[in-house]
């Protein structure tokens, strides 16, 4: 009878193990449609460029205006000597805007897509977080300036002084003098500097003269001279080429001529001419690729070599150009306050 009793007992222990084990549940199938993922955005190089197409186009201003990425490429500032408004570059609605009317100069807007670098009397700088619409600092030089911009990422203030050929440094987070950078001599009484795109370089300029220098060892490059007055100046973000816009002498002829230099030596690379005179240059973030606004279109040119690849015409004179950072869209700025951005059709 005990050996009955534990044999039923064996088997009910079976069953009930065995009953508890998980039986794997049948994926029921979906009814819904399997979303497609969009494609990535084509980054501009000179295999695509001849499918760019306007993807946007507005008309913001009646008159001059320059365009400025923010570093995310996500928002563009469009700039006028009294006022900056910020868009988002996808659907062209505007985020913020400094307007505070006449009797102020905008100087410089910066990278993260907040501040504006401002004045009232050109005697004090004002910093102005669109965010909040409120002055965050004010800076009050203890000489006089001609301009005020900010480095690439945004932390650094610059203000070339009337006094001395120097470039003085301001922190934007408490207004602190930081120190100066000076080196660039020149005759001429008027000259400015830039902070280039590869975050190492100040650009020194003046009339006919262009010269780079590095920030963090404040060692003079080599004198890019022209024969007359240097339109627009760019480093490539590699920090190895310099494009610069001006009229020289080619053959008989003085016409408008785009100049590729060797950033390090100072060798031409190429000189490329053009019937209608260059108004803007820009170079693509891989630093491949140079766009140049004239005064009927676009010009894209490959770089180092400088072989013309692909152009457009615009009925207004291209005063400002500008690849997105993430090289997907290039904007450009009419003289007649149109802007357009443009990006690979596939």
Same mark, same amino acid.
């Given at each position: 009878m005990k050996k009955t009793f534990s044999r039923i007992s064996l088997i009910a222990a079976i069953i009930m193990a065995a009953a508890c084990q998980q039986i794997p549940a049948v994926p029921a199938e979906s009814s819904e449609p399997v979303s497609q993922q969009e494609p990535a955005p084509a980054v501009i190089t000179a295999e695509n460029a001849a499918a760019l197409k306007s993807v946007y186009s507005a008309s913001v201003s009646t008159g001059?205006? /320059?365009? !400025?990425?923010?570093?995310?490429?996500?928002? $563009?500032?469009?700039?006028?000597?009294?006022?900056?408004? /910020?868009?988002?570059?996808?659907?062209?609605? &505007?985020?913020?805007?400094?307007?505070?009317?006449? %009797?102020?100069?905008? %100087? #410089? =807007?910066?990278?993260? +897509?907040?501040?504006?670098?401002? *004045?009232?009397?050109?005697?004090?700088?004002?910093?102005?977080?669109?965010?909040?619409?409120?002055? $965050?600092?004010? $800076? =009050?030089?203890?000489?006089?300036?001609?301009?005020?911009?900010? #480095?690439?990422? @945004?932390?650094? /203030? @610059?203000?070339?002084?009337?006094?001395? $050929?120097?470039?003085?440094?301001?922190?934007? *987070? #408490? +207004?602190?003098?930081?120190?100066?950078?000076?080196?660039?001599?020149?005759?001429?009484?008027? %000259?400015?500097?830039?902070? +280039?795109?590869?975050? !190492? *370089?100040?650009?020194?300029?003046?009339?006919?003269?262009? &010269?780079?220098?590095?920030?963090?060892? &404040?060692?003079? +490059?080599?004198? /890019?001279?022209?024969?007359?007055?240097?339109?627009?100046? &760019?480093?490539?973000?590699?920090?190895?080429?310099i494009g610069t816009t001006a009229t020289a002498m080619i053959g008989d002829d003085i016409q408008p001529v785009l100049t590729l230099w060797d950033a390090n030596s100072g060798e031409i690379l190429r000189q490329n001419a053009n019937p209608n005179y260059f108004s803007s240059i820009a170079f693509s973030p891989d630093s491949s690729l140079l766009a140049a606004g004239t005064e009927t279109g676009v010009l894209l040119i490959t770089v180092p070599h400088g072989d013309e690849i692909f152009s457009f015409d615009s009925t207004e004179v291209i005063n400002s150009i500008a690849f997105s950072p993430d090289g997907v869209k290039l904007i450009t700025c009419g003289n007649e306050g149109t802007i357009n951005i443009y990006a690979v059709s596939e």
């Open positions: 001059f205006v /320059l365009a !400025k990425w923010t570093e995310d490429s996500t928002a $563009i500032w469009i700039v006028d000597p009294e006022s900056a408004t /910020l868009y988002d570059s996808t659907s062209g609605e &505007q985020i913020a805007q400094f307007a505070p009317g006449e %009797y102020t100069t905008v %100087y #410089n =807007v910066s990278p993260d +897509g907040k501040t504006v670098a401002y *004045t009232h009397d050109g005697l004090e700088i004002h910093l102005f977080d669109v965010s909040t619409q409120a002055d $965050i600092l004010s $800076i =009050v030089p203890d000489f006089d300036f001609s301009d005020a911009f900010f #480095n690439t990422d @945004g932390t650094l /203030l @610059g203000t070339p002084s009337l006094l001395d $050929i120097k470039i003085v440094l301001w922190d934007t *987070t #408490n +207004g602190a003098e930081t120190g100066s950078l000076s080196g660039f001599g020149t005759a001429a009484p008027v %000259y400015s500097a830039k902070f +280039g795109t590869d975050g !190492k *370089t100040l650009l020194w300029f003046s009339r006919g003269t262009v &010269q780079p220098m590095d920030i963090t060892t &404040q060692e003079m +490059g080599p004198t /890019l001279s022209h024969e007359d007055f240097v339109t627009s100046r &760019q480093i490539s973000p590699d920090g190895k080429v």
